[in-house]
């Protein structure tokens, strides 16, 4: 399985990476490049984040630069939930690559008309490179074999009530991919809250104790606390973690075609991803919806993944 990566990396994409990264050494999926977007932090520390993911699990994927602000909107950086560097407040030193001189919109056109057929677009993201791709070239819909992306909810919002973030932090980009007749598989929260760690989970990683094991400690332990200064249980929730599981084992979550369509304008609505479920849709359906998910199961693959990676370092 050829992917092709949309990130803007903070704790869990950086969560993701790792994981990624693991299959596509154990020859599970081939990571062909990645793409940054401002979301978490600004594309600048996106990209130096990705860039030094990449560097630490020891992978060489292109990084390509992408857009720094949604459509319409200003950036919605979220350090209180991914630190001020968008990794923890961990403060890495610089990576040693560089992006390359592509820009992520056109690395995702080229890209698709290189694998047509056969690349998957893992977008963990908000939608931004995505939209604009699909906006320059709406072939772009019909030549991915699919698009799988953390966002959106048919059961309530985390940035707003009604609104998930990725979605509600370019509303109009995530508006031009639902309608654009991309085969698009939407991993929300929905599923995405079922799958977390929390304090139980954390001790082989305790036992691991060396760089990779301790970084990754930090990067949970500090989304540990940011959810819970929100009100919530102290976990860290594995958002982008569980839309790179589902491209990789689809039958980890169960899904159903719906109709969903983004609302780009309420007053306490905008940013939703809104379903019709009527046996009557005005619509045909657009999107494989992730509504329920072996959680036992993907986050148990999950910590194996991460330990592999802490363990040979
Ligand atoms: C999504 O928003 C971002 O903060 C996370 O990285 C994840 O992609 C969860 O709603
Ligand atoms: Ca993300």
């Given at each position: ?52 993911m990449w560097e630490m699990v020891g992978l060489d ?138 304090e139980k989970d954390l001790e082989p990683l305790y ?15 500090f989304m540990m606390a940011a959810y819970q200064k ?84």
């Amino acid at each position: 399985m050829k992917i092709l990566l949309d990130v803007d990396t903070g704790v869990d994409d950086a969560l993701g990476l790792i994981y990624m990264a693991d299959a596509h050494k154990r020859g599970k999926a081939e990571i062909i490049a990645s793409g940054t977007v401002g979301g978490n932090v600004d594309v600048e520390k996106t990209t130096r984040n990705t860039l030094k993911m990449w560097e630490m699990v020891g992978l060489d994927i292109p990084v390509a630069v992408g857009a720094n602000k949604p459509f319409l909107t200003e950036l919605n950086a979220v350090p209180h939930i991914h630190g001020d560097d968008g990794l923890a407040n961990t403060h890495l030193d610089p990576p040693h690559r560089h992006p390359t001189a592509e820009h992520a919109v056109d690395q995702i056109i080229r890209l698709s008309q290189e694998h047509a057929g056969e690349l998957t677009l893992l977008a963990f993201g908000p939608l931004t490179n995505v939209g604009l791709a699909l906006l320059r070239d709406p072939e772009v819909a019909n030549r991915l074999k699919r698009l799988v992306l953390m966002g959106g909810s048919l059961s309530g919002g985390n940035e707003t009530p009604t609104a998930e973030a990725n979605i509600y932090n370019d509303a109009e980009a995530a508006y031009v991919v639902f309608n654009s007749g991309v085969p698009l598989t939407m991993v929300g929260l929905d599923v995405t809250h079922h799958t977390y760690l929390d304090e139980k989970d954390l001790e082989p990683l305790y036992k691991s104790d060396n760089a990779r094991s301790r970084f990754t400690l930090q990067l949970i332990q500090f989304m540990m606390a940011a959810y819970q200064k929100l009100g919530r249980e102290p976990q860290c929730v594995l958002h982008d973690p569980l839309a790179g599981g589902v491209c990789l084992t689809p039958d980890l979550v169960r899904t159903e075609k719906i109709h969903v369509d983004v609302e780009t304008r309420g007053k306490l609505t905008r940013g939703m991803t809104v379903s019709d479920r009527r046996p009557w849709p005005a619509h045909e359906a657009n999107v494989d919806v992730a509504l329920e998910v072996d959680a036992p199961r993907f986050v148990s693959g999950y910590l194996e993944a991460v330990l592999r990676w802490c363990n040979a370092g």
